[in-house]
Structures are given as structure tokens and as C-alpha cells.
DNA sequence: AGACTTTTTCCAAGCCTCGTAAAAAATGGT
DNA sequence: ACCATTTTTTACGAGGCTTGGAAAAAGTCT
């Protein structure tokens, strides 16, 4: 985007204001004087600032227990407070959708999951059924102990929405552009679901999301790292410059339909060659079964689980099958350190079930496609939870939205009895 | 990089100061008023900040002369101050250094090439080298019309100097860490060619140079988009989201280098299947010939443009040759537009001399390559001169980085008369 | 209990930008 | 030629946010 943009002392509060809140959901707990080391600002700046939070209603002052026995006036300590808003993370996948609600400290308040045939529906369906689902985590959340007068905490609602689904998503995180997971085409989510729950919708792709899942960890502050997510599809995130990457026509980098080999086994996508045809559940599957088939619904966990038994048992077919999608992602990693730069790399999926089988290939793979080898060596980092992950990253994802959002609005309100 | 930084004040006075000179950039010639208009501020706050930018020097009045026949007070017309600074775009290639030296309002003022075999050179050399050659850039420019006083301009000097190589350079700017054109390998450049020229010296690769020619061109503006290098060796460069990519650890867009097929032709970086072992000049000479060497020196391009006329007339080898070429760049970018999105592409080097050789075969490697082939219609842009576009994007680059070094430091320098 | 240390709060000052009003410079009509 | 009109530029007071120093607050140490 162009840089003719002005800057004004409302922007200089609205930035101010982020980094404090940007700060605290890095350290969970700080003070006004820590507000002011980590951010640069002056001591009065920074108190100021928290002062406004608070009276917000954004943070609230708490009691720490395990207070360092320093001399001097000890620091009042500040945190979010978890009643000043709920995001819900939602998932769609092939069969299922699932979430989970979270209060605006980013702690967990419930989960759902429900097994549903999705493929066939029309959008108005989806979204009954997204919204049902947000509302049951809703209703399912503890009231959280409002010891407070009674206006303490307005009448529960959701006040932002991300949902993650693999496919290709709009642009303008409005819905979806296709999915696996559905039939039609160019479904509308955002705007009737947000009409519906009364709070923002944003639509992504599961995969090119989940970096975000690792926005405030403090390992990763300021990393460059790719999101690897190898399942019945194959797929890849980017955390670059310390932003997520998000394409302006598509949505995600389309890891899993890189091409790997000119002409070579057969996608769902079509082409032939992709990454995704060596090295998804259903491609490893068929290679090991000889079969030419792909299948329409998701391979169960215990396929792949069984299947990546018979190659550690000696089966030769299996064995092989591994090896070439282990070779299929090490060259396509190659091919993306090429281009950008060796990356550490988190992986998630039944792949990551299954990596003492695919890491001597992958890495071999990148030996041989990168320029040097650089990257053969890239740090593997292990998440067997790809939901837990999925509902990470769109958690992080909103409330990094909030913050902005409450930044903005110079909100001064309910004064606190 | 992580965003814990503050802002005040000063942020505000260098971002908008900033945004102005961006505006004129952009413009050529401007007005108090447009200036107000294109960036958002005020009409006091825009002039005031132009009154400011016309005392530092860094802008001057000009009289316009087919200005619109309006009613109304006109407006001054503004415009940088050529004298105000001078930008040094050096190029290092195999068997030659040449470069450009422009003033501040980015007019050209000299241009100087020099046929040198610096293969074997040791960094010092090479610092002289490029030393003599800016100097003697500096001593070949006219000196500009200087009807004031006498104290106008200050004693000629190169205020920036850009050095674009082919090969990898550091990231950090300071040097060299390999180049074909070189036989050693981490060469600092930076550091010493500074301090002889007191001018702040950035070292950058050729090929991701190159979309800074376009930073303010108003076709361009916002606009993401690939350059891509076919000649002895391949290269592209990217502006994504309004900025040129720059690795962190490389310091490009290695796309020369990307696999195009696992186990391939041999590659100069001794690699197998590497675009380039298919596309470079001479990948594409070894297979019309039949050869299987890898020649040390560049290729005339009086033999690259005979090759093309021989497989316009029909030689079969030469037409395969170049063909293949096409297939693998195609594919290349296939990848790419499958990882980022599918983008225009500028297009410079003998391959754009062979582009009716390479075109269809391009087009269909990313057609087969990318997802629903999307990217297959992208654009083309062909840009012959490829020396003109290297100079331009380090002018450019060079230009962008004076402009924020002048909106940092608040010199309300030399009194007018 | 008093001295010392560290964190918060309070207040005047400084910098920008904004909005409005006044001044400046040219056109058009009578 | 003169006056009304239009448009650009300059001048001035106001508002918002940060800053730096001083004062107050709240503990620890002797």
C-alpha cells in the first residue's frame, strides 16, 4: 500500500495504545513502570495510558501471589480482564465443525465439536450451524465470578468471530472461495453470521492462519517461521517480518499444490505433480496400496497410524510411500528457502505423527534443492494438536483485532464505583 | 521485527515530512495544496512542512510554464532541489563495473562503464575500483547552474551510493558474500568504499534491486508484481504489499536457483535441476549445442541473439533449447505464483531479446504448474535495457534512503538570501 | 521508628496538527 | 481601468499527547 498516509496525535495514541496492550499479551502480567521499559514511553505516558485502559474496563489491577521481595514501592499489577470480551475460534473441516470460546485475557472458557455432513449444504445452512455452534460455546461458558456492582460485565455476547477452514478464502476474509470441505462455491459467511451473533467475522484459511497461533509467544518474538500442516491435504503458513502472511488474490501459500514433479501422480487438484499428490494421507495411502484412487472423505487418524506401523515393520510399499512424501515436502521446503530464506519449521498433521518416517527424506530432499543445502538443517518443531492450534491461531488472531479495534475507539467508559 | 516501538512527536514530523517528499516523488511538481490534498494533511500543516523542506534546500520554487489558466490565486509550484544531493547507482558485473551518479531530483548527470576482469580481485582492489569509478562520475557532472549567491551548494559530493551485484550479499548491505563475477568470497564493500567517499554505501543483489525502478512510478503505485532476469544467470525480485523483498538470511529471491526437475541438468551452483541449468544463457547454449560444459565467462549477446534467429529459422536443437527454457521458467513461476500469488511480471535480460521464443512455453509451464493455472494470462512487461532498470532501481533506492534521512534530522539549515 | 528505595501520580512545557480568519494573487465582467 | 470573485498561501489560537521533574505513596532494611 502507498505511504501517503498523515500521522496525527490521534494516531500517535492509537499506536501507543497497541503497544501497551501488544506488551501485556506478551508478559500476561506487568506494571505501569514495566509498560514504560518495555515500550520506550515515559513512566507518566505509560501510566496514563494504563489509567485509561482501566478505567476502559480492558485491564483490571491484580493481586500477584508471587511478588519478588525487592525494597521500594512495589508495582500495582495489571492484566487483561477476561470479561471485557469473548472471541470464538471456529473450524471447518471435512465432516466436522468445532470451536472453542475464549475470554478477552485469551483463557479458554469452553469447546465444542460436532460431527456434521457439511459437503452438500448451502451457505445460509453453514452459517446456521456456525452460529448455533457459537452460541452452545456461549451458553456453555462459566459465568465468570463478576464480583463487581452488576454493570460490570454487559450482557454476554461474542465480540469477534474467526473461522478457519481449509480451502481458499476471500481476500477480504468475507468467506469462502472453495473448499474440500463443500460443494458450492463462493459462499457468503461473514456478513449473515455477523448479522447473526452481532459481532465481526473474519474468514481464513486454516493452514496460512496458524501462525498466528505463536503471535505473542515469547520463542518466536521477531522469528521468521513457516507453519507446515501435513494431513489429507497439505498445507503452509508464513510468519515473515514478523507479520502473517496473507496473499491479495488467494488466501495462503499453497504449499500442498506446488508443483514437484512435471507430469507426474495426479492431485485432487487437477494438475499433476502437486506436492499434496506425494505427500497427503490419501496420496501415501494409495502409493502404499497400489490403488489409483482418491478418496472423497477424510482417512481416518488410525489409517495413517496403522500405515506408518507397517513402515516401521518392514512393509516395503508403505516404507517407500513415506519416503516419497518425505521427498516430495523436502523438495518443496527447498524450493520455498529458495525463494525465501531457510525457515524453522512447526509442523502439525498426521505427518506429524508419522516424522521418523518423512524426516530423513525431507531433509535429504532439502539438501538436494536448495541452494547449498541451506535450510537441511532448519529446526522441526512438533504439534500434534492441530486443533488446539487451529484454535490458537484464530484466538490470537482476533484478539490481535480487539486491540486494535479498542486502541481506536477512545472509549473512556463505565466509571467504576 | 516486533512492535514495541513508541511513537511521538518526532515519529509524527518525520512520517509526515516523509509522506511529502514521497508525494513530490511521485508528482515531479507539486503544490502547498496538492500536497495537502495527496497526503491527507491540512493546508497549514502541509505548508508549513514545505516551508521547512524549501529552507533545509532540500526543495526550490520553480516557475512552471504550461500552468492550467484558472481563476484564483495560483499556486507556487515546488520541486526538489537537484543540488540538494547526489545518488551514485553502481553496478558490478562478470568483466565489468559501470554505474550512474543522478542528482537529488533524480535527474541523470553521468554515466561511465569499464571493462575490468575483476575475477580474481581481492576486496581492496575492488573498493578502488569502484572508488575511481565514482569518482570519476562525480568529477564528469556538469556542475549545475549555480545563480545564487555561491553558497548555494555545498562542495561537490556523492551523498549515496548503491552498488548492485549479481550473486548473494549480505543483509545486513555491507558486502558481498559470493558472486560469479568474484572468485573470493565475503568481500565487506561497505565500510571501506565509505570512508573513502564519505557516503553512506549499501550493497544489494542485482536482481532483487530491481522493483525499486518502479517505487514511484504512478502505473506502478501499490501494485505488486515480480521482476524477472533471464540472461546468464536467472533472477527475479518482488514487491509485495508495497515493498521490495529482502531475505533475511540470503538476500534474494533465488529464483534462478528454484528445482524445476529433482535429479536435472547440472547447474552453476552445482546443483541438479535448478530453473537456471534450463533457462540461463547457458543452459540454453549447451543444449542447442549439444555441449555439456558450463562455460566460465558470460555470453556475448550477439550469441544468444543468433541462437534465437537460428530457431526462428528452423533449427530444431535451438528451438527444443529454447523451449525447454521456457518450460522451466514456466514452472518456476508456476511456484511462485502458487506460494505468493500470481503477479505481472517485468521482464529484462537476453530473455526478454527471445521472449517470442519463450512466451508460449512460459505460459504453459505455469498453466500445467499452478493451481486452475492461474497466473497464465499474468502480464508481461519487457524491459530490453537492462543497465537502464539496474540504475534506476538503486537511484531509486538510493533516493528513498536520502529522503529519510532528510526527514529524520531536523536541519533548518542555510539561510537564503 | 526512621532512613532508604522504588513506583505512581501530578503538573507545567513542548511539538505537531487542525480549523478559521486574513492576506495575497490572478481572472472576469462592466 | 476597476471591482467582485475565486483560489492559494500565511497567520494565529486551540487541542491532544508525550516529556521531564517534583512530590506523594508504599514498601524494605537497620
Known amino acids: 500500500m502507498s505511504r501517503l498516509a498523515k500521522t496525527d496525535a490521534d494516531m500517535v495514541r492509537v499506536h501507543n495504545r497497541l503497544a501497551v496492550l501488544d506488551h501485556l499479551r506478551r508478559v500476561g502480567v506487568t506494571t505501569r513502570k514495566a509498560v514504560s521499559e518495555a515500550t520506550g514511553l515515559s513512566v507518566s505516558a505509560a501510566s496514563a495510558i494504563c489509567g485509561t485502559l482501566l478505567r476502559s474496563g480492558l485491564l483490571e489491577e491484580v493481586e500477584e501471589d508471587g511478588r519478588s521481595i525487592r525494597r521500594g514501592r512495589p508495582g500495582k499489577s495489571l492484566a487483561f480482564r477476561g470479561g471485557a470480551a469473548r472471541v470464538a475460534a471456529l473450524k471447518i473441516a471435512v465432516g466436522e465443525i468445532s470451536g472453542r470460546i475464549s475470554d478477552y485475557a485469551g483463557a479458554p472458557l469452553a469447546e465444542a465439536r460436532r460431527e456434521v455432513d457439511i459437503s452438500g449444504q448451502t451457505g445460509d445452512t453453514l452459517v446456521v450451524l456456525l452460529g448455533d455452534l457459537a452460541e452452545d460455546l456461549l451458553a456453555r461458558t462459566i459465568e465468570p465470578g463478576t464480583g463487581e456492582g452488576g454493570a460490570g460485565d454487559a450482557p454476554m455476547k461474542i465480540d469477534k468471530v474467526v473461522v478457519a477452514i481449509q480451502g481458499k478464502t476471500h481476500s477480504d476474509l468475507s468467506g469462502i472461495v472453495w473448499s474440500p470441505a463443500l460443494k458450492h462455491w463462493n459462499i457468503g459467511i461473514a456478513a449473515p453470521l455477523s448479522e447473526r451473533l452481532l459481532a465481526d467475522v473474519s474468514v481464513l484459511n486454516d493452514c496460512s492462519l496458524m501462525p498466528e497461533a505463536f503471535r505473542w509467544r515469547p520463542d518466536f518474538i521477531g522469528l521468521d517461521f513457516a507453519t507446515l500442516f501435513v494431513g489429507f491435504g497439505v498445507g503452509m503458513g508464513l510468519r515473515l517480518n514478523g507479520s502473517t502472511f496473507q496473499g491479495k488474490h488467494s488466501s495462503a501459500v499453497e ?24 505427500a497427503g494421507d490419501y496420496a501415501i495411502l494409495r502409493r502404499a496400496t497400489g490403488s489409483d484412487e482418491i478418496p472423497a472423505h477424510r482417512i481416518a487418524d488410525e489409517t495413517m497410524l496403522r500405515l506408518g506401523d507397517a513402515a516401521r515393520q518392514g512393509d516395503e510399499a508403505a516404507r517407500t510411500a513415506f519416503e516419497e512424501a518425505g521427498n516430495a515436502i523436502g523438495y518443496g521446503l527447498g524450493r520455498v528457502f529458495t525463494m525465501i530464506d531457510p525457515l524453522p519449521i512447526v509442523m502439525t498433521g498426521s505427518g506429524a505423527r508419522a516424522i521418523d518416517l518423512l524426516e530423513p527424506a525431507i531433509r535429504n530432499g532439502i539438501r538436494e534443492s536448495a541452494v547449498d543445502g541451506l535450510g537441511a538443517d532448519a529446526p522441526l518443531i512438533l504439534m500434534e494438536d492441530t486443533d488446539a492450534l487451529v484454535y490458537d491461531a484464530g484466538t490470537a488472531y482476533g484478539l490481535a483485532a480487539l486491540d486494535g479495534e479498542f486502541s481506536r475507539s477512545a472509549v473512556e467508559a463505565t466509571e467504576a464505583a
Chains 1, 2 share one sequence.
Open 255 to 278: 504449499f500442498g499444490h506446488i508443483n514437484h514433479l512435471p507430469g507426474g501422480a495426479l492431485c485432487r487438484c487437477g494438475n499433476r505433480g502437486c506436492v499434496e499428490a506425494y
